[in-house]
């Protein structure tokens, strides 16, 4: 399914940036890569120095990536000292690349930037803009052949054009249901289709356009992250009383893990002490990296 936007030939290199363990990275890094009989390279250290140095040394023709990186290549003043001429597609994924950029990366680099979407229930991908077909910046393209994709309200019916809704998805690769968890399958999977939470629009054309979420989750450089989880461990620290998780919009990341929290009466933490005790029990992306103590969580939502 994700050859239909690559099209990697045999003698295409690639840049293997997204950890193995990642869907996107298991899928584009690896399972394609076999499929399409060429080869990657790995790095064991990034920085922008050692990106551009391995694209003009490895002669890198594709890079599949999070937004992160792109706009980090952007703003890199240092990219014209290398010779990058090899790369001939970017592919981005993971969280929504800001629209404005695109148009900018391309022109810097004289390379296509393609953004898609997928989810890990649904890997790799769902709908991509492809190379012979106009891009539309800030849609994530069209449904992928074997794909179908709709928009619908609260009940599940379809939506007319350019009307925001739930988006859904039904192809082969969407997942047969969660491990041993018959109850949280079905609030996700209905009548084959897969609710993906997503909020969107379709466009006259199929181009699609994620304009939110259904349902509480953050997308931080690709990863998702729950915030019941986050404040489940926020709760078990003597110091707080309440908690609330939001995302924050960050340019490099498409989002981070804020939390607002409650003080208990006799307690002055700071906020770096709070992280590191997110961190003792957490995955480093999941913790917070900002604390905002307040005295009221305002609009705090239950779900």
């Not at 990642?22 to 920085?47: E, K, P, W, Y």
């Not at 694209?55 to 980090?72: A, D, H, M, N, W």
């Not at 208990?264 to 604390?291: F, H, M, N, T, V």
Request: charged share 25%; with cysteine.
């Amino acid at each position: 399914m994700i050859q239909q936007v690559f099209r990697r030939q045999p003698d295409d290199v690639g840049l293997c940036l997204i950890p193995l363990f990642h869907s996107f990275g298991a899928t584009v890094n690896m399972l394609n890569v076999i499929q399409a009989g060429c080869s990657t390279v790995m790095m064991d250290r990034l920085t922008m120095d050692t990106l551009f140095s391995t694209i003009e040394k490895e002669k890198i023709t594709y890079i599949c990536s999070v937004p992160r990186l792109y706009v980090g290549m952007v703003f890199d003043d240092k990219a014209s000292k290398y010779d990058l001429s090899s790369l001939k597609l970017c592919v981005t994924g993971g969280s929504a690349m800001p629209a404005e950029f695109i148009p900018v990366f391309e022109e810097k680099f004289g390379v296509r930037l393609l953004e898609g979407y997928g989810l890990t229930e649904a890997a790799p991908a769902c709908s991509f803009n492809l190379m012979d077909r106009p891009a539309k910046h800030g849609s994530i393209g069209t449904a992928l052949v074997g794909m179908d994709i709709k928009i619908v309200d609260d009940e599940g019916r379809e939506l007319p054009r350019h009307e925001t809704g739930e988006v859904i998805v039904r192809g082969a690769n969407v997942m047969k249901g969660y491990y041993k968890n018959d109850e949280a399958t079905a609030t996700v999977i209905k009548d084959g289709w897969l609710h993906t939470g997503d909020l969107g629009r379709m466009d006259e054309e199929g181009y699609i356009f994620l304009t939110g979420r259904k349902k509480r989750m953050i997308i931080t450089s690709g990863f998702n992250v729950y915030p019941q989880e986050v404040e489940e461990v926020l709760r078990l620290h003597p110091a707080v009383a309440d908690t609330l998780v939001i995302g924050k919009e960050d340019l490099m990341r498409g989002e981070i893990v804020k939390a607002q929290v409650i003080l208990r009466q006799g307690y002055q933490p700071d906020d770096k002490e709070i992280i590191r005790y997110c961190k003792e029990y957490l995955s480093s992306y999941k913790a917070p990296r900002e604390i905002e103590f307040v005295t009221s969580l305002e609009g705090k939502d239950p779900g």
